[in-house]
């Protein structure tokens, strides 16, 4: 059966003939198909110029006949539908070289027109009634029979080359004879607007609704000169425009990913200005099967969507998009904390390349940011069974042991990671948090500041350090890692509230008041500037200072939780239990 793709734009001037000829021509020549092309833009009969025919070729019946041949049959009332007017092969009009064969096909164009292109041509035309034709003598009825024989000739595709516009007859071309709709669209808002509306209407159309085809629209954007100043404004516009038309498709594409399919769909499918091929009829593919520049993505609309159409196959938009493109989105993704997305592209990429290690573990990461700790592991292993030195997967496997509380086989995957590439100074630093986790302080130590000595700006493992010295109340070494870190950092408020913690705990009040307020947006160092104005006995401001930071606590049991641990800080100063629970009680009426 052919498949019947008709081919339609808003205006004329687009590129709509010329990318029907050359996908003929490709499908043709390194396909081996079957292409019939079918010209039914009456008003302007030109689709034939394109394989260096002239007018002089038609010397038999075209379209124009077939359907004047019907009108007078009805009007006399000669109904038998056995009797009505056929396409005929001996119309045809054969216009390809004798093509190479490909895969053993041999293949072949043959072409029929809109009639004899004499001097009468365009008075036929213009008499030719559409409205008595589909009203009154049951149009629709003989270009449903129409239908049928086009689908049993001897092709593998069908091309209709259809008029521009509104018109009476382009719902024949657009609706009830093909299988599948190619808009070619070219960049600006006339276009955009009219090819979007006649594309809403087919979709809307009961036809379509109910099942009597199936609504594929393929967009095409023509003729944009990338080089102009608005030319990506001009992209974006028809990615905005049309990207509805694929989830027609496939609608399995998800509504976030689809405008950066969509975005990757056009890009594969763009018909970039040329000015060598816009000038003139020129086909860029030919029998001895050299292909010409900007070939590209007229074979790929040929191979992505014309080619598994015919053969049966879902259309599946994303294949487009190969494995790497797919890895980079997933990235862009993650980075902006669209974790669902990510895994979304991530997976796709896995998908098109199953052994894509960087992918694997790219994804790990992400089901360990989830704390989906086991979907975690099994993407981790899969990257190291694809690539066994791949350090990072060691290290992130750690990580998530280390999460697990399963802290022996933590330190022996960290240890794997240094192994294999004794200078990853962020294995060092996440073996030294390990060793903290089991309170083994020296080996964190030893371990920080390894990764330090392999990148001396590296302030993560300057804050650890900082934070196992507080652990051992060794705050002047502390303060001094911390301080380090700011150098590295100017405008870490983490630090400047790590900073005033260590001073307030050693009863430095005032020099800890500059730190909070430095990071006065945290609810600890709200909370910590309560209690130095309650140590001051300025227990309204106090009060006030409490309950900022208890209004930013999710979790308010954690607040009161850190009340109650802090008061040993304040009692050696000071300030009385008394005073501090009945603070601690208004807080609770608050």
Not at 67 to 94: G, H
Not at 350 to 363: F, S
Request: negative net charge.
């Amino acid at each position: 059966m052919s498949l019947i793709v008709s081919f339609y734009s808003y205006k004329g001037g687009v590129g709509r003939t010329q990318l029907a000829a050359n996908l003929a021509a490709y499908l043709c020549y390194h396909r081996g198909r079957k292409v019939l092309l079918v010209e039914w833009d009456l008003e302007a009969p030109g689709l034939h110029y394109y394989f260096k025919k002239d007018d002089s070729i038609v010397t038999g019946e075209g379209l124009l006949d077939l359907l004047e041949n019907y009108v007078r049959m009805m009007r006399a009332n000669e109904t038998n539908p056995d009797k009505l007017p056929k396409i005929a092969a001996q119309n045809f009009i054969s216009l390809n070289d004798e093509p190479k064969a490909y895969r053993g096909r041999r293949g072949k164009i043959d072409f029929f027109p809109a009639g004899k292109y004499d001097e009468n041509f365009s008075k036929r035309v213009n008499e030719f009634n559409w409205d008595e034709f589909k009203t009154l003598l049951d149009g629709n009825m003989y270009m449903a029979m129409l239908r049928e024989q086009l689908k049993k000739l001897d092709y593998d595709y069908v091309f209709i080359d259809s008029r521009t516009g509104i018109s009476d007859y382009s719902g024949y071309c657009t609706i009830l004879l093909p299988d599948m709709n190619v808009f070619v669209v070219a960049p600006n808002s006339q276009n955009y607007k009219g090819a979007k509306k006649i594309a809403e209407s087919v979709l809307a159309h009961d036809y379509v609704k109910k099942g009597n085809r199936k609504p594929y629209i393929l967009p095409i954007l023509s003729r944009l000169d990338k080089n102009a100043a608005n030319a990506q404004k001009k992209i974006n516009e028809f990615n905005e425009e049309f990207k509805f038309l694929i989830q027609k498709w496939d609608n399995e594409i998800a509504d976030d990913i689809l405008p950066f399919v969509f975005e990757l769909y056009n890009d594969n499918t763009l018909l970039e200005y040329n000015s060598n091929i816009a000038i003139g009829e020129n086909l860029l593919f030919t029998a001895d099967r050299e292909k010409q520049i900007g070939h590209q993505n007229f074979e790929d609309i040929a191979n992505y969507f014309l080619e598994p159409i015919y053969e049966g196959k879902i259309i599946d938009f994303e294949s487009v998009v190969d494995a790497s493109t797919w890895f980079d989105k997933g990235y862009d993704f993650n980075e902006n904390k669209k974790y669902e997305q990510a895994i979304y592209c991530y997976l796709k990429a896995i998908e098109i390349k199953p052994d894509y290690h960087e992918t694997w573990n790219n994804l790990g990461v992400i089901y360990y940011i989830q704390e989906s700790y086991d979907q975690a592991i099994t993407c981790y292993q899969k990257a190291i069974e694809i690539k066994p030195d791949k350090y990072e997967a060691w290290d992130n496997l750690g990580n998530t042991f280390g999460k697990l509380k399963k802290y022996d086989q933590a330190i022996v995957y960290h240890q794997k990671a240094i192994e294999i590439k004794p200078d990853h100074y962020k294995a060092w630093n996440n073996l030294g948090n390990t060793y903290g986790n089991l309170e083994n302080y020296d080996q964190s130590i030893v371990c920080y500041q390894k990764a330090i000595e392999i990148k001396s700006n590296y302030h993560i493992a300057w804050h650890n350090l900082g934070f196992t010295y507080s652990k051992l109340k060794n705050y002047n070494q502390a303060i001094v890692c911390y301080q380090k870190e700011l150098e590295i950092k100017p405008n870490d408020k983490d630090v400047w509230c790590s900073l005033g913690w260590l001073y307030f705990i050693q009863g430095q009040f005032t020099t800890a008041e500059e730190y909070f307020f430095k990071s006065i947006e945290f609810p600890n160092s709200l909370m910590n500037l309560g209690h130095i104005r309650l140590w001051q006995g300025r227990q309204e401001e106090a009060m006030q200072f409490y309950r900022q930071s208890l209004e930013k606590y999710e979790d308010k049991a954690k607040f009161f939780e850190g009340m109650q641990e802090d008061f040993q800080y304040l009692q050696p100063y000071g300030v009385s239990e008394a005073v501090y629970q009945e603070v601690m009680e208004r807080l609770k009426g608050n």
